[in-house]
């Protein structure tokens, strides 16, 4: 609002106002339909139904959820859910998660996801959608599961991958320096005080998930009441609010072998920006990704800043074509802030729009655009360069 509100202003802060306090809140919640496919251990696959009259046609996308975040990431409300934009839109739209990590869980590792949880969804969701290739979409280190994934198992019916704001370099991530001296020696024989912390609980409680989530926005939350207060005449904005909120109120816990992997792999000896990692005795390579992929880095990202993540375009020298892009938003918001439906979300649809498998009778047939292409570009600028 204006310093000196406008009577507009005035009673679009009051309708806002009295929505809050008899409705307790203008966010638009309701989760978009959805049906259960299949669940397995830590798995459980979701088709959304498709939208009134709508006729879902082509390709299915496979939503990956990150390890601790709920899949809110993908439907965080009405007007800002990338679900609710691809079943608009008449795409086959598929989401796994892995429901709530008990202290039973911490013996779960990386492998248990990249070896059973997403390639199992992606056999599935293909078989669910008449045999055609999945696109696989994953936010954060959901995208780093996805391509190990499809480094690992070449085999599965995967027609692309997409990653948003996953983290592969992690010396780019200025909030890794105030805990680099807990870290320990890379390679030394004692354990920092975080693996002993990690271990001693089994892994990350949902409370220190949800407060580790916050901290990465500390001056946002610091001043939010004040800009809350200037902006009580904008639903839109409180309704983004009210949903980031609610997102984070729904953290997840880490099991205890997963967190390490990740603490120890990622964090500790930045394993993934080698493009190499090992799991269960099995090194898997960036280099072994022989299907396309579309990375993105967010403007405004701490924790993944574009520095950050850009070096994957390096790493998947075997991809057909990379193509890397920066769009506005934080590591939420350029998932699904309000610029989003705008950048993130249309690059996304021309990504899967030009790399829809044709059908040949009753069997798709696996067809790249761009053979052989490497590029980089930004959002809004329109131009590629060469990556490699």
């Known amino acids: 609002m204006d310093l000196i509100p406008k009577p507009d202003q005035i009673v679009a802060a009051s309708a806002n106002v009295a929505q809050k306090v008899l409705y307790g809140g203008v966010a638009d919640l309701r989760?978009?339909?959805?049906?259960?496919?299949?669940?397995?251990?830590?798995?459980?696959?979701?088709?959304?139904?498709?939208?009134?009259?709508?006729?879902?046609?082509?390709?299915?996308?496979?939503?990956?959820?990150?390890?601790?975040?709920?899949?809110?990431?993908?439907d965080l409300r009405r007007g800002c859910s990338?679900?609710?934009?691809?079943?608009?839109?008449?795409?086959?739209?598929?989401?796994v998660e892995y429901g709530q990590v008990a202290f039973k869980d911490r013996a779960l590792g990386l492998e248990h996801w990249v070896s059973e949880v997403l390639p199992e969804a992606v056999r599935r969701t293909s078989e669910h959608a008449g045999g055609r290739p999945v696109h696989v979409v994953g936010w954060s280190i959901g995208g780093i599961i996805s391509l190990l994934t499809a480094a690992a198992w070449p085999e599965l019916p995967i027609a692309t991958v997409t990653v948003v704001g996953s983290p592969v370099d992690v010396t780019q991530v200025p909030l890794i320096a105030p805990v680099r001296p807990l870290l320990g020696v890379a390679g030394g024989s004692k354990a920092s005080p975080i693996s002993l912390a990690y271990r001693l609980m089994g892994g990350m409680p949902e409370p220190l998930v949800r407060s580790a989530f916050q901290l990465?926005?500390?001056?946002?939350?610091?001043?939010?009441?004040?800009?809350?207060?200037?902006?009580?005449?904008?639903?839109?904005?409180?309704?983004?609010?009210?949903?980031?909120?609610r997102f984070t109120a729904n953290m997840i816990a880490y099991p205890g072998r997963s967190f390490g992997q990740?603490?120890?792999?990622?964090?500790?000896?930045?394993?993934?920006?080698?493009?190499?990692?090992?799991?269960?005795?099995r090194e898997l390579r960036f280099a072994d990704v022989t299907v396309p992929v579309l990375a993105f880095g967010g403007a405004d990202d701490v924790i993944a800043p574009v520095s950050c993540v850009e070096p994957v375009v390096g790493l998947l020298t075997g991809s057909p074509e990379v193509r890397f892009e920066v769009v506005p938003g934080g590591h939420?918001?350029?998932?699904?802030?309000?610029?989003?439906?705008?950048?993130?979300?249309?690059?996304?649809?021309?990504?899967?729009?030009?790399?829809?498998?044709p059908m040949i009778g009753s069997n798709p047939r696996r067809r790249f655009s761009s053979a052989g292409s490497r590029s980089l570009s930004t959002a809004g600028k329109g131009r590629g360069r060469s990556a490699g």
């Open 31 to 74: 989760p978009m339909p959805r049906t259960l496919v299949e669940d397995g251990p830590m798995r459980e696959l979701y088709h959304y139904r498709p939208a009134g009259r709508v006729r879902e046609t082509g390709d299915p996308v496979l939503l990956v959820t990150p390890l601790a975040a709920p899949a809110l990431c993908y």
């Open 82 to 95: 990338l679900v609710e934009h691809l079943v608009t839109q008449g795409r086959p739209t598929y989401l």
């Open 216 to 245: 990465t926005s500390f001056n946002k939350l610091v001043t939010k009441p004040f800009v809350t207060l200037a902006k009580l005449d904008d639903t839109d904005f409180l309704a983004q609010l009210e949903a980031v909120d």
């Open 262 to 281: 990740l603490y120890h792999r990622m964090i500790r000896h930045n394993e993934v920006a080698t493009g190499t990692v090992e799991l269960d005795g």
């Open 332 to 357: 939420l918001g350029m998932l699904t802030g309000r610029r989003a439906r705008g950048t993130t979300w249309r690059l996304l649809d021309e990504w899967l729009t030009a790399h829809a498998e």
